[in-house]
């Protein structure tokens, strides 16, 4: 029984567009020129209760949107969505109880108080009596590893800290659903993994339903065993991320070390040079030529050391983004 | 889930938001002296103005100094209680959805309207508050009016009455931030027309009257209040009052959820 | 966007040149960005115009009130200045220091301040740009007004208008200096925008917002028309409406209050900059 489903999901918006000049001011005051966009177009996926789901795309793909219909925030112009048994758009009291939403760089903590306040609040919001709350509190503050933070107004807390008590309030009513917006956003590499290892530690304990919107391929890799590709509004991939490679990169990355430099004319033919930098040399070659041209380099070219490997995820990743499209093989 | 519990988790909620927000405010203890002198500047400007129409022994659309005087008491009254309850919340609802915090607010099992509403105590107006009721008694003892109870009781009513009309048009104002960006300057209007609360409403010209009666109820926050507790209100406006408070309060409502269509895009 | 020029500038004859029209050109771009900023919100324009409402309320008043005839002051007399009043209003409004705190708040305010240009002009351009889209509000509730109360038209002689006018923008760079040395002390602390109240109430009360400063005891008139306030308001509306007025102490007032306020506002400018610099922006 899935816990969220999403039937030809779509978002569209209407947006007034301004020539820049005084003439295109008075234009724009007497009469507004107005363009639909589509945020989002026919999605359909299911998730499962526990599953760890990352929506993968490019600033302004639709991810956003989508949460924000899977939250309640925002009204669907087309399609259906339920979440655990609810119409979202309705945000009826017991739906929202079983959901929470983060937001990176987006805050709901009292700024002059230290977060256990705002957490009682949030407790006698959600209904939660104080033994449940603060047993709720301790658990949470040491998965998180949060102390004497708490006692500390959240204005002098580092971003870090106060990602981590953000979540802490998001967490506190053990909704069955996360809702993560680009929860890593501005956070150093430290506080980055420390999240990470939070998100799966809490998805192992608590079997709750996670769903991810990042654009740091490394929360992604590390947590989301199946990954919603979204780009320019529409579903392009409904998989695993190895899937995904295989898809979109039928190739391997070949890394070189020269004995001299070479200009970088010298590699064509070969593959498409990734990059070259002295002496160091990054092809990307098609797999079923890759032994023929690994031996043509060796043979060829003053060859010091050479590695085969998987291109970056995030080289794939982004070089759809650039291209616009998927070229199928 | 029973409408008991239901009624139980909001006012435990109720009492945290006031609680959290008292303990935030103190932080700033400077504030306190701040608004203590802001408060009685306001207070002495106001009765100095008020003054200038009672140079000799005059009267003021048929008002005494002593009975205006009441007219002002509760208008610094209905002051006190906006900055009190109304500036804090209704500013920050403001903020709020210009910042997209109004998100967060939607994904709260509470009542929007209630938690953007009672969200916020500043103790910042109590003094206010406080001065206003002082001056109303002043005033009331002056005229040489003697309350009963009935009068006392209506008076009370009638305040209630013009609280929730406060309310609701600042309510109002706030709420049309979702479609307008900038609105500093919408409380400025409701500030500035409403003080033409502090005189009595018979001061003004026949068309400002009926303005401040109908569209603008400015009269049924401080006159019809005042009337009442001088002993001087019909019933009709007394009901008018009622009726118009009750009205405002379900408009506010119809509003907020308008608005809350506009903002989820329910409709487009 | 500066590049080293390719050659090197000429310099003497041509050197006053550039710097005015460049000048000239910069105040040209802030002006029509800034209008076209105001004129995004053009629903809540009509608000802005409305908010100025007090002096017309007041007028009602004081046409009906006993103590107004006992002064001896007739009713067109009232509405002729407290029309005038209510458009210098409109045109002398400053609102700086909330720019400024919702500047800072949203962390704006450090890629501003690096820019070159001083930013007491930017929200100077900004109230300018407003006024200039409140002129057609300001037209048209000024043609209700006659409407309304036709035997109050009037037309000021062209020397009292132009005098009136002057006044009136005088008076707006006086507030606009006074909240702008507010809006400086927030470089040293985040609530010194509720020190404004400090500000605008003494301006309802002394400015003549509230009742021509004739209608005052002595004591508190000669009290008030040694502040500024007065002439951000009494002044010009008096000009223009063709009330009693002292014009030259008016005027002498005013340049003794821009003498003050302009050296402390550069002074609380630099010193306000430096800490903001020092506390790491």
Same mark, same amino acid.
């Given at each position: 029984?899935?816990?969220?489903?999403?039937?030809?999901?779509?978002?569209?918006?209407?947006?007034?567009?301004?020539?820049?000049?005084?003439?295109?001011?008075?234009? #724009?005051?007497?009469?507004?020129?107005? $363009?639909?966009?589509?945020?989002?177009?026919?999605?359909?996926?299911?998730?499962?209760?526990?599953?760890?789901?990352?929506?993968?795309?490019? !600033?302004?793909?639709?991810?956003?949107?989508?949460?924000?219909?899977?939250?309640?925030?925002?009204?669907?112009?087309?399609?259906?969505?339920?979440?655990?048994?609810?119409?979202?758009?309705?945000?009826?009291?017991?739906?929202?109880?079983?959901?929470?939403?983060?937001?990176?760089?987006?805050?709901?903590?009292?700024?002059?108080?230290?977060?256990?306040?705002?957490? $009682?609040? !949030?407790?006698?919001?959600?209904?939660?009596?104080?033994?449940?709350?603060?047993?709720?509190?301790?658990?949470?503050?040491?998965?998180?590893?949060?102390?004497?933070?708490?006692?500390?107004?959240?204005?002098?807390?580092?971003?870090?800290? $106060?990602?981590?008590?953000?979540?802490?309030?998001?967490?506190? #009513?053990?909704?069955?659903?996360?809702?993560?917006?680009?929860?890593?956003?501005?956070?150093?590499? !430290?506080?980055?993994?420390?999240?990470?290892?939070?998100?799966?530690?809490y998805n192992r304990r608590h079997g709750a339903t996670v769903l991810l919107t990042s654009h740091y391929m490394a929360d992604i890799t590390a947590l989301c065993p199946r990954v919603l590709l979204i780009h320019a509004g529409s579903l392009f991939h409904d998989g695993s991320l190895e899937q995904l490679t295989q898809r979109l990169a039928p190739r391997r990355e070949v890394r070189l070390e020269l004995a001299d430099t070479l200009p970088a004319s010298a590699f064509s033919g070969y593959g498409e040079?990734?990059?070259?930098?002295?002496?160091?040399?990054?092809?990307?070659?098609?797999?079923?030529?890759?032994?023929?041209?690994?031996?043509?380099?060796?043979?060829?070219?003053?060859?010091?050391?050479?590695?085969?490997?998987?291109?970056?995820?995030?080289?794939?990743?982004?070089?759809?983004?650039?291209?616009?499209?998927?070229?199928?093989? | 889930?029973?409408?008991?519990?239901?009624?139980?988790?909001?006012?435990?909620?109720?009492?945290?938001?006031?609680?959290?927000?008292?303990?935030?405010?103190?932080?700033?203890?400077?504030?306190?002296?701040?608004?203590?002198?802001?408060?009685?500047?306001?207070?002495?400007?106001?009765?100095?103005?008020?003054?200038?129409?009672?140079?000799?022994?005059?009267?003021?659309?048929?008002?005494?100094?002593?009975?205006?005087?009441?007219?002002?008491?509760?208008?610094?009254?209905?002051?006190?209680?906006?900055?009190?309850?109304?500036?804090?919340?209704?500013?920050?609802?403001?903020?709020?959805?210009?910042?997209?915090?109004?998100?967060?607010?939607?994904?709260?099992?509470?009542?929007?309207?209630?938690?953007l509403s009672l969200r916020t105590l500043s103790p910042w107006g109590l003094p206010e508050m406080v001065l206003g009721l002082t001056l109303v008694v002043v005033g009331t003892i002056r005229s040489g009016a003697r309350p009963d109870a009935t009068a006392l009781l209506t008076g009370g009513l009638m305040v209630l009455a013009g609280v929730t009309i406060l309310y609701s048009l600042w309510f109002v104002l706030a709420a049309t931030s979702i479609w307008f960006v900038k609105i500093w300057n919408a409380?400025?209007?409701?500030?500035?027309?409403?003080?033409?609360?502090?005189?009595?409403?018979?001061?003004?010209p026949p068309a400002l009257r009926l303005l401040f009666t109908t569209l603008l109820p400015v009269a049924f926050l401080t006159t019809v209040p005042a009337e009442a507790i001088l002993g001087l209100a019909s019933g009709g406006s007394l009901l008018a009052g009622l009726v118009l408070a009750g009205l405002s309060l379900v408009g506010s409502r119809a509003l907020w959820r308008l608005a809350l269509r506009n903002y989820t895009s329910a409709s487009s | 966007m500066s590049q080293l020029p390719s050659r +090197?500038?000429?310099?003497?004859?041509?050197?006053?040149?550039?710097?005015?029209?460049?000048?000239?050109?910069?105040?040209?771009?802030?002006?029509?960005?800034?209008?076209?900023?105001?004129?995004?919100?053009?629903?809540?324009?009509?608000?802005?115009?409305?908010?100025?409402?007090?002096?017309?309320?007041?007028?009602?008043?004081?046409?009906?009130?006993?103590?107004?005839?006992?002064?001896?002051?007739?009713?067109?007399?009232?509405?002729?200045?407290? %029309?005038?009043?209510?458009?210098?209003?409109?045109?002398?409004?400053?609102?700086?220091?909330?720019?400024?705190?919702?500047?800072?708040?949203?962390?704006?305010?450090?890629? %501003?301040?690096?820019? +070159?240009?001083?930013?007491?002009?930017?929200?100077?351009?900004?109230?300018?740009?407003?006024?200039?889209?409140?002129?057609?509000?300001?037209?048209?509730?000024?043609? %209700?007004?006659?409407?309304?109360?036709?035997?109050?038209?009037?037309? +000021?002689?062209?020397?009292?208008?132009?005098?009136?006018?002057?006044?009136?923008?005088?008076?707006?760079?006086?507030?606009?200096?006074?909240?702008?040395?507010?809006?400086?002390?927030?470089?040293?602390?985040?609530?010194?925008?509720?020190?404004?109240?400090?500000?605008?109430?003494?301006?309802?009360?002394?400015?003549?917002?509230?009742?021509?400063?004739?209608?005052?005891?002595?004591?508190?008139?000669?009290?008030?028309?040694?502040?500024?306030?007065?002439?951000?308001?009494?002044?010009?509306?008096?000009?223009?409406?063709?009330?009693?007025?002292?014009?030259?102490?008016?005027?002498?007032?005013?340049?003794?209050?821009?003498?003050?306020?302009? +050296?402390?506002?550069?002074?609380?400018?630099?010193?306000?900059?430096?800490?903001?610099?020092?506390?790491?922006?």
């Open positions: 029984m899935p816990i969220v489903s999403a039937r030809g999901l779509s978002r569209s918006f209407r947006v007034s567009e301004k020539d820049p000049g005084l003439a295109g001011t008075l234009r #724009h005051f007497l009469k507004r020129k107005v $363009r639909t966009v589509e945020a989002v177009r026919d999605l359909d996926f299911t998730i499962e209760p526990g599953e760890m789901v990352g929506f993968l795309g490019p !600033n302004g793909a639709g991810k956003t949107t989508t949460l924000k219909m899977l939250s309640g925030l925002l009204h669907p112009s087309g399609g259906r969505v339920e979440v655990a048994g609810h119409s979202p758009a309705r945000r009826e009291a017991e739906f929202l109880r079983r959901i929470t939403l983060v937001m990176g760089q987006k805050q709901q903590l009292i700024w002059d108080l230290p977060p256990l306040d705002s957490l $009682r609040v !949030n407790a006698a919001v959600y209904g939660l009596d104080d033994r449940e709350a603060a047993r709720r509190i301790s658990e949470l503050a040491e998965m998180l590893e949060l102390g004497e933070e708490l006692h500390r107004p959240v204005r002098k807390l580092s971003l870090g800290q $106060r990602m981590k008590a953000e979540l802490m309030a998001a967490l506190l #009513h053990r909704p069955e659903v996360l809702f993560l917006d680009e929860p890593t956003l501005g956070l150093d590499v !430290n506080a980055q993994a420390a999240m990470r290892r939070f998100l799966a530690d040079l990734e990059s070259c930098s002295g002496r160091d040399v990054r092809l990307l070659v098609d797999r079923d030529r890759l032994t023929t041209v690994v031996g043509r380099l060796l043979a060829d070219l003053p060859v010091l050391d050479l590695e085969v490997r998987d291109p970056p995820v995030e080289d794939i990743i982004g070089r759809l983004f650039r291209q616009g499209s998927i070229e199928q093989p | 889930m029973g409408a008991a519990s239901t009624i139980g988790r909001y006012g435990r909620s109720i009492a945290r938001f006031w609680s959290s927000s008292l303990a935030a405010e103190m932080e700033y203890q400077l504030n306190l002296l701040i608004e203590v002198a802001a408060t009685l500047m306001t207070l002495a400007g106001s009765l100095f103005t008020l003054s200038l129409f009672f140079g000799h022994g005059q009267q003021l659309g048929g008002w005494s100094w002593d009975a205006a005087l009441v007219v002002l008491g509760i208008y610094t009254l209905l002051n006190g209680f906006s900055s009190t309850l109304l500036r804090p919340n209704l500013g920050n609802l403001v903020k709020q959805v210009q910042s997209g915090g109004l998100d967060f607010v939607l994904l709260k099992p509470i009542d929007s309207q209630i938690w409380t400025e209007v409701l500030r500035s027309l409403l003080a033409a609360g502090q005189f009595p409403v018979s001061a003004y | +090197p500038l000429p310099c003497g004859r041509n050197r006053g040149r550039p710097a005015l029209a460049s000048a000239l050109r910069i105040a040209r771009a802030l002006f029509i960005s800034q209008y076209a900023l105001m004129l995004e919100f053009r629903a809540e324009i009509l608000l802005w115009a409305l908010s100025g409402v007090l002096p017309l309320l007041m007028f009602s008043l004081w046409s009906g009130a006993p103590a107004g005839a006992a002064a001896g002051i007739s009713p067109e007399a009232f509405a002729r200045y407290f %029309l005038a009043a209510f458009v210098v209003r409109q045109f002398t409004v400053v609102w700086v220091v909330y720019a400024f705190e919702e500047d800072n708040l949203l962390g704006r305010l450090s890629p %501003l301040l690096l820019q +070159p240009l001083p930013l007491v002009w930017r929200y100077a351009a900004a109230h300018l740009a407003e006024q200039a889209t409140r002129l057609p509000f300001v037209v048209v509730m000024v043609a %209700l007004f006659f409407l309304a109360v036709p035997d109050a038209v009037w037309i +000021p002689s062209p020397a009292r208008l132009l005098l009136a006018l002057l006044a009136a923008h005088l008076g707006f760079w006086l507030n606009f200096l006074l909240q702008h040395a507010i809006t400086m002390l927030c470089f040293w602390s985040e609530r010194a925008s509720a020190l404004e109240r400090f500000l605008f109430m003494p301006y309802i009360f002394l400015s003549g917002m509230l009742a021509p400063l004739d209608l005052y005891p002595e004591a508190v008139r000669r009290f008030a028309l040694l502040t500024p306030f007065p002439s951000m308001l009494y002044l010009p509306a008096q000009l223009a409406s063709g009330g009693p007025i002292d014009a030259l102490a008016g005027f002498r007032t005013v340049a003794v209050w821009l003498a003050v306020l302009i +050296p402390l506002n550069l002074l609380l400018w630099r010193a306000g900059v430096r800490r903001y610099a020092a506390m790491g922006g």
